[in-house]
């Protein structure tokens, strides 16, 4: 029976996810191995343990010290928060999260931009760094709020060259100068919270200084805690991290180095963000013409049906040559696009959460076969529909 620790993975919503990621490899298969759950005090307890390998939400440095302490045992880390990160690793592609962030902003009509960036972890750096990414091309504004900056630190080199090209405001800190912020934004604006912790703070900051949430300000934050995010007021919208994933690719790589297999990996394995959770605090179009707006909603409510652009014109007062411009004036795209894009995201959704097959994630993504489901989401995505459930499901 194999020893495996896992450490520092059972007191906060991403690392349980990892832990069922862990299970969802190590127990259909049969795997002879006994967990044991420790936090970071106990390490005198993990030494006793005489583990066969660990899995640690650990920085790189406590990790090599870690391997020391057992003997050389293999140690894998599902923690980003490294420059020079361990390569044994495994880690949601926090840049790819915070590019994902700038594109649901975008596709939802928003031109102003702004983040609250007073984290000075990695990751939430990372995910800062991607969303300036993600809006580069876009020519809209795009204002920073940090505790990071100036005389209290120094920005970290990718973030800086992101924000390259981009007008940056900040602060000194402080809930006080935070509302003072908000409240100077242009409106409307989105903010994009690299965590939920910060997405629940601001929505409380928004909540004491009467900002209409979502109509002035809509907010994004990341980990689609359930709680957290159903407790804010109003309910918090986020991305959610690809979790289970990430806890069976690190059990994956575990026991590929307990048994000596194929080489030490050259850098962490990063794996993809999975679909951002519409809630209360971004669930509106920012589209100033009511006929464009109503336009919007009209294709997303209707999703799941075989929606065409006659079928809008129809309901909708407008030429079609004034819907075209219109799309294109204001979102950079035409109606179909803008049709086919939403269809394409609620059947990402159904891969990633459910069984169905292909053809019918089609049937209930409006597509009429799983031929031209196919054909979309390729040229969409670059995946067809089974290669990007591969990507994201862990079959149990």
Not at 154 to 170: H, I, L, Q, S, V
Not at 196 to 214: A, K, M, N, S, W
Not at 262 to 283: K, Y
């Amino acid at each position: 029976m194999k020893q495996i620790v896992l450490l520092e993975l059972d007191s906060f919503h991403h690392g349980r996810g990892v832990l069922e990621g862990i299970r969802s490899f190590a127990r259909p298969s049969g795997l002879p191995w006994a967990f044991h759950l420790f936090r970071w005090h106990e390490l005198k307890e993990v030494v006793g343990v005489r583990p066969d390998g660990i899995i640690a939400n650990l920085p790189r440095m406590e990790c090599r010290k870690l391997s020391t302490r057992t003997g050389g045992r293999p140690v894998v880390s599902v923690l980003n928060s490294d420059r020079v990160p361990l390569t044994t690793a495994v880690f949601p592609d926090d840049v790819a999260l915070g590019k994902a962030a700038a594109e649901y902003f975008i596709h939802r009509g928003f031109r102003e931009f702004a983040v609250v960036d007073t984290w000075r972890t990695r990751f939430a750096r990372q995910r800062v760094a991607g969303f300036f990414l993600g809006l580069r091309g876009v020519g809209h504004r795009l204002r920073l709020w940090s505790t990071r900056g100036g005389p209290r630190g120094r920005r970290a080199p990718m973030a800086t060259a992101a924000m390259e090209g981009r007008e940056a405001a900040g602060g000194p800190g402080g809930e006080p100068h935070l509302r003072e912020w908000v409240r100077r934004l242009p409106k409307p604006v989105a903010i994009f919270c690299p965590a939920d912790l910060l997405g629940f703070q601001l929505l409380e900051q928004c909540r004491l200084i009467g900002t209409r949430i979502p109509d002035d300000v809509a907010v994004l934050g990341v980990d689609d805690d359930p709680v957290r995010c159903e407790l804010a007021t109003p309910t918090l919208s986020s991305i959610r991290q690809p979790s289970v994933r990430v806890g069976f690719e690190a059990a994956g790589l575990l026991q590929r180095l307990m048994a000596g297999e194929g080489e030490v990996p050259a850098g962490p394995i990063l794996v993809p963000p999975l679909s951002p959770v519409t809630r209360q605090s971004s669930d509106v179009l920012a589209v100033e013409d009511a006929d464009l707006a109503a336009a919007l909603r009209m294709i997303r409510e209707h999703a799941h049906d075989p929606i065409n652009v006659a079928d809008i014109l129809k309901k909708i007062p407008v030429t079609r040559r004034w819907l075209e411009r219109a799309f294109m004036r204001t979102l950079g795209r035409s109606p179909l696009q803008d049709i086919t894009r939403v269809k394409i995201d609620r059947a990402k959704m159904l891969l990633e959460e459910t069984e169905l097959s292909v053809r019918e994630v089609a049937g209930r993504s409006g597509f009429s076969d799983a031929q031209k489901l196919t054909r979309a989401f390729k040229a969409g995505t670059g995946d067809t529909p089974g290669a990007y459930r591969d990507r994201f499901r862990v079959r149990v």
